[in-house]
């Protein structure tokens, strides 16, 4: 299949992959950013954007490549948790991701999925980081996080390894409509449950999961929707009688 | 005997009002789904999850048992009628059952696949009852190192007889160990990979895991497909369901051989009732003395898978009774279950809740035969059920499973987290890596840390403990052993062959 693509089509599609790589490998950084967005408004706790922004930066481009010298030279200081993350997830996948480019890559299914379920292994590890290890004999809280983790890690390399020898599938096709409107359905029923009730966010979140097919006829729809929130709202509640607020909270009072 | 005391005592709390009641309600609910393409056996008891938390233990886990052998039985029905394999565990039945259909001979398909699935039944319920005190008083000799060790061995079972690839299956495990880690430790206390947030600090729910995985995946998978899918409806009326005299002569010993095959597939870990009808449907074709039969409506085609699917569904139960194990993820959310209601399972189970138990076992046998007797006259209408367009089934399901998941806890959070394994589902079947292996080493993940932790302290962090301890060293031995047989090719290409017959 390779083959017949041509080499400089396979070229830029490693490029792209390599990329798409380079993205995974700061999206913990890119996510914080964006979560500490909200502390502006003062909607949640943290750090603001410019710490986070600059801190991670640092421990990016100064304070990680230091600790790896700093540790190369023998010396042994309390690393910050930022530049734990740009040491044991980031550059592992930067250079995953410049690999990546020299590659050729037999199947891009197992070699994608080996690489990402890779880059979920090191996250793992950065976050039991902080856990206590062994005490003598006996296991701290994070000595089996770690060795699962580091399991993990070689275990997926593994796969991508697999890719990268022997030939497979290609990648699958993701599509967009269904995840995006279910998704965004199951969202919104739980941001509204508590606020508006199981009534309204129930039948509300059917008309939205129903955008996750073009084959929907609204009518239709709406009139299951409907029968759907009755029987859940005669079901949960008092059949099994567990508890759950039914009606918006305004209305209610 | 104590046996028949046991069983006796067993059908005197199965047949109490209410649980005959749950046992009825579980083998309908289970038949339905079995019936509708697109939910599975392990969502179905996930989104059901829930709706058992009200009821007493027992009435909750025989309707959760019901809901699991309604749905083999239910799978095969659409199999046969309209090609379309409601479970998969029925894949193979399709083959020669709805060859058999449009031959005119239905009712016979059907009356078969009753009766072996109802035989097998019988056969494992029976077996259930007297495996488990003998396993039992076995898993009580057992120490943290034995533990351990048949719990890997499990998982390596797991693996062997998962589909594809292994080393996909094994890393799918220990992404399962590794989520269960979430939240606190349980010796020390400390907050493990929770972030400060609150609503992991108790760790990530099962229910939520197996829901976003198997529920709200699938979902977005058979999405993905187009939601209509191609159904051809039999339209003929089914006459005559007795199933003639040369029928009942091809299909005993077929009936014999797939409960005895899935009677055994369904013990050991990891397979369950899909590797059963598979491996049931192979051995019939590979004995037949003319197998050019076989795909062109052979009763034997039925009559086998069916029995043993039935029969390897059963039989799962006796891991998870006697050793406190689940064998495959419908077992893991049982363990779920019971651990919701405050039962934990393991050996003493048996001893300290003989009500459960034993009432659970003969419930099973109550509900095949409520499921032979219900089934047949009720055809024309599961048949009437295939005529529901996905395009409306779909949003009811992600409102049904919405729902569930936040009545489990009242949290909003776990609604989210069930709907970011969803995305993290779909990607895993994108990718062909199994959920199952997941799940299953998401339940026994804390298990296995507590028990590896356990034996190393006693030994005085020696890690030759598992070696040393000979039970323990079997286990590992035949562990061992197993991965390396599969890895070697002519193995391999076996147990490809077994999963693909569906295909050729």
């Known amino acids: 299949m390779a083959d017949t693509m041509g080499h400089s089509a396979t070229a830029t ?41 600059v801190s991670h930066a640092t421990a990016l481009l100064a304070g990680a490549p230091g600790a790896l010298l700093g540790s190369l030279g023998g010396e042994t200081k309390k690393t910050s948790s930022d530049v734990l993350l740009a040491l044991i997830y980031s550059y592992p996948l930067f250079v995953v991701a410049i690999v990546t480019l020299f590659m050729t890559i037999r199947s891009a299914q197992d070699y994608v999925g080996g690489v990402i379920l890779m880059a979920l292994a090191l996250f793992a590890l950065w976050a039991s980081s902080d856990l206590q290890g062994m005490r003598g004999f006996s296991f701290g809280a994070g000595t089996a996080p770690r060795m699962f983790g580091g399991l993990l890690v070689a275990l997926s390399a593994g796969i991508a390894l697999t890719g990268l020898l022997s030939d497979g599938p290609a990648m699958a096709h993701y599509s967009w409509r269904g995840p995006l409107f279910v998704m965004a359905s199951i969202l919104f029923f739980a941001l509204a449950i508590r606020p508006l009730g199981l009534v309204v966010s129930a039948f509300a979140s059917f008309m939205i999961a129903a955008f996750g097919s073009h084959e929907t006829r609204w009518m239709e729809a709406a009139i299951v929707g409907a029968c759907l929130t009755l029987g859940c709202a005669i079901l949960f509640p008092y059949v099994l009688g567990l508890p759950m607020p039914m009606f918006p909270r305004f209305l209610a009072q | 005997m104590e046996l028949f005391a046991n069983l006796a005592h067993g059908f005197v709390v199965a047949f109490s009002p209410v649980n005959l009641l749950m046992c009825l309600i579980g083998a309908l609910v289970g038949t339905l789904v079995g019936v509708l393409p697109g939910i599975g056996t392990i969502a179905t008891v996930a989104m059901l999850l829930p709706i058992t938390f009200g009821l007493p233990p027992v009435g909750a886990l025989i309707m959760l048992a019901g809901i699991y052998y309604g749905a083999q039985y239910g799978g095969s029905t659409t199999s046969i009628l309209v090609n379309i394999p409601g479970e998969a565990t029925s894949v193979v039945t399709a083959i020669d059952g709805h060859q058999m259909a449009k031959q005119g001979r239905a009712g016979p398909a059907l009356a078969i696949a009753a009766i072996g699935s109802f035989f097998a039944g019988c056969v494992a319920t029976v077996l259930i009852a007297v495996l488990g005190a003998p396993l039992t008083k076995l898993a009580l000799a057992f120490g943290p190192a034995e533990y351990f060790s048949l719990m890997v061995l499990g998982l390596i079972f797991a693996v062997v007889l998962a589909k594809g690839s292994v080393l996909k299956a094994i890393a799918m495990i220990v992404f399962g160990l590794l989520l269960s880690m979430v939240g606190s430790d349980i010796e020390t206390g400390a907050s493990r990979m929770a972030f400060n947030i609150p609503e992991l600090a108790d760790g990530l729910g099962f229910a939520t895991v197996a829901m976003g995985v198997f529920g709200f995946a699938e979902i977005i998978r058979n999405l993905d497909a187009g939601a209509e899918m191609n159904r051809d409806l039999v339209q003929q009326k089914i006459t005559g369901l007795m199933p003639t005299r040369k029928d009942l002569k091809d299909s005993t010993p077929a009936i014999l051989r797939g409960t005895v095959l899935g009677s055994i597939l369904g013990i050991l870990p990891g397979g369950g009732a899909v590797i059963a009808s598979f491996a049931a449907y192979t051995l019939e074709k590979k004995i037949a003395k003319d197998p050019k039969r076989f795909g062109r409506g052979a009763i034997e085609g039925v009559a086998a898978p069916e029995s043993a699917n039935n029969a390897a569904a059963q039989t799962s139960f006796i891991p998870l009774l006697t050793l406190g194990i689940p064998p495959n993820a419908v077992m893991a959310l049982m363990v779920g279950a019971m651990t ?17 138990v034993w009432g659970m076992i003969a419930s099973m046998w109550i509900g095949n035969l409520m499921l032979i007797i219900i089934n047949l006259p009720l055809v024309g209408i599961w048949v009437r059920l295939l005529r529901v367009p996905y395009r409306l089934m779909f949003p009811s399901i992600v409102i049904f499973c919405a729902i569930g998941i936040y009545s489990v806890n009242n949290a909003p959070v776990d609604v989210i987290l069930a709907g970011v394994f969803g995305l993290v ?15 299953l080493g998401m339940v026994l993940g804390p298990l296995m840390e507590e028990n590896l932790r356990r034996a190393l302290l006693i030994s005085r962090g020696d890690w030759s403990v598992f070696l040393t301890r000979p039970l323990s060293a079997v286990l590992l031995a035949i562990a061992a052993g197993l991965l390396i047989l599969t890895v070697l090719p002519v193995l391999r290409a076996k147990r490809d062959e077994v999963f693909t017959e569906s295909e050729n």
């Not at chain 1, 490693?14 to 909200?38: D, H, K, M, R, Y």
């Not at chain 2, 919701?340 to 459960?356: A, F, R, S």
């Open chain 2, 425 to 439: 589902g779909y990607w895993l079947i994108k990718h062909d890596f199994e959920p199952a292996p997941l799940l």
């Open chain 1, 13 to 53: 599609r490693n490029t792209s992959v390599a990329l798409g790589f380079c993205l995974l490998a700061l999206a913990p950084q890119i996510f914080e950013l964006i979560w500490s967005i909200g502390t502006i408004p003062g909607w949640g706790a943290g750090r603001g954007p410019v710490t986070v922004l």
């Open chain 2, 340 to 356: 919701i209601h405050g039962i934990v399972p393991g050996p003493q189970v048996m001893q300290k809740q003989p009500d459960l």
